[in-house]
């Protein structure tokens, strides 16, 4: 049998009951690239399996006995690439045309950067705010605190990025991990996404890291992708929020990890707990 010949680039996606925007996901690939591609469909254990049958023949599945999470499903979608540029994204995606080609384009303009991140444009017509810096104690908690009933308040404005030229490349701390362009070799050198991240934070957390190894995460406007955000867990939200509250605890308390901060991480843990109660009590779900 004739080898298949490496593509230029990998896409992997994780999949979790995600059937209707798989589709939309695999039918925006062709034109977001006019390099060759291979798509890694990773199933994080659904209770009903994409149709391997019907996928094209640039993709193919990889099942995972359990549900990984996020990062751990990235992960074994990665594992053997080959390609020097590897795309990290969710299945609710939808590429724009050119876009791919357009991070990579860039990409080459900043040999120091690891990560890349397209303008996202969520399913109302907004942009989303993908490009963030790293979440502190002030930001953090003012953030947290103030986001929905004060939007413009100078915490959240800070930690979103706000204000800044929208159409220019910029290095900012982190990208949403919804869409994300990675070089193979930063992400070799950190050790891929860290798997104790169930949901949520893996992205921050895989931001940190690389900026410790020196590695700058840069924004591209010029690339778009459109994203159906939450779409697999709009049925349990109160799972999410559980993840979500969790996943913020574990990386502060990374970040604060030495002895005399134990009372601010004990402090965080009950505010976060708090938090999650109040957006959770009278739920269901």
Partial sequence: MTPRPTPDLRIVTVFFNSHDALKTFLGSVPAASDRSVEVIVVDNASTVPPPEADLPPWARVITSRRNCGYGG?????????????????????????????????????????GAFGPAVIESNGKLYPSARAFPSIRTGVGHALLSRLWPSNPWSRAYRQEGRDPSRDRVVDWLSGSCLLLRRSAL?????????YFMFF???????????????????????VGHDQGHSWRSRPTAMLRAHHESAYRYLAQRYPRPYQAPLRLALRAGLAARLWWQTRGRED
């Fill in 73 to 113: 499903g990235a992960n074994l979608g990665l594992a053997d690439a080959a390609t020097d540029w590897v795309v990290v994204a969710n299945p609710d995606v939808r590429f724009e045309p050119g876009s791919i080609d357009i991070l990579l384009e860039h990409a080459a303009r900043w040999p120091e950067a």
């Fill in 188 to 196: 070799a050198e950190v050790g891929g996404f860290d798997e104790d």
């Fill in 202 to 224: 893996e992205d921050v957390d895989l931001g940190w890291r690389l900026a410790e190894r020196g590695w700058a995460s840069v924004y591209v406007p010029q690339a778009r």
